[in-house]
């Protein structure tokens, strides 16, 4: 997990301290690029919510009528996921491209750190996100009707997917080899699993086969914790699957995004 040569700086001290310093190198990147977190953190999320509130909000029917109510919780889920899964593969592929990696390769640091100093960054940029689409959500007529702790708790759920996702669009970008190959692959897997979920329509209404995979997947069974927490109820066995797929997804690609990027370094 070290460079060659970098004696004594292995332990989890040297390897949090390593993850912290890139994450900060990738934070002041996105506040020297405000452009893009524009366009990520504030026009998308706000784009979306008054996209599907008014153009959608009045044709589609949904359990208990209140489409803004069905819909914000989805939004919540797709903007972290794309917010995630765009930035984080694009920067690291960037980097690659750059020969930025090449630079940290020389360091007496870790392999693993330079990857999650990256997806933790990103986390900066979800939590803007976040922020703003609360923020619009509560102007179309959204309402939490559930205790603040409840509420917290479901973004830190959120946010701990969005971090697992971060990890699948991080082994992407690493396998990927160019800036426009990351952006296209990155746009060809995360659609389908937004899109194939109970985010904008009941499953109940897809063909069985379709729907087998689309009430557990891990967009779904996020969507119905957030749904159900925000709305004073409980989630059930959604909150224990979302929690499950965040974390197996997180060690999955984790070990897959390190083994690649050692490859490459060599």
Not at 1 to 15: D, I, L
């Amino acid at each position: 997990m070290t460079t060659p040569g970098a004696a004594g700086t292995t332990g989890p001290s040297w390897w949090l301290r390593d993850a912290w310093l890139l994450a900060g190198r990738n934070v002041l990147r996105i506040l020297r690029a405000p452009h893009l977190l524009v366009m990520y953190a504030l026009i998308q999320p706000v784009m979306f919510i008054l996209l599907f509130a008014y153009v959608f909000g009045g044709a589609i029917p949904v359990p208990g009528g209140n489409y803004v109510q069905y819909l914000l919780p989805a939004v919540f889920v797709m903007i972290v996921l794309f917010t995630s899964t765009g930035a984080v593969g694009v920067g690291i592929a960037e980097d690659m491209e750059r020969g930025v990696m090449d630079r940290f390769r020389s360091l007496p640091m870790t392999r693993s750190s330079v990857l999650l100093g990256r997806l933790l960054s990103e986390m900066l940029r979800n939590l803007v996100s976040i922020v703003v689409m609360v923020a619009c959500g509560l102007v179309v007529g959204f309402r939490f009707h559930a205790h603040p702790g409840r509420i917290l708790l479901g973004f830190g759920l959120l946010l701990l997917l969005g971090f697992a996702f971060s990890w699948v669009a991080a082994y992407i970008g690493l396998l990927a080899g160019s800036v426009e190959a990351a952006q296209g692959m990155g746009m060809v897997w995360v659609f389908p699993f937004v899109f194939v979920s109970s985010a904008f329509v009941p499953t109940a209404s897809m063909p069985d086969w379709l729907r087998a995979y689309a009430d557990h997947s891990p967009v779904t069974v996020m969507i119905d914790t957030l749904r159900a927490w925000f709305a004073g109820r409980d989630a059930g066995s959604a909150a224990v699957q979302a929690l499950a797929w965040a974390i197996g997804l997180t060690l999955v690609f984790m070990t897959l995004s390190v083994a690649r990027f050692r490859r490459t370094s060599r």
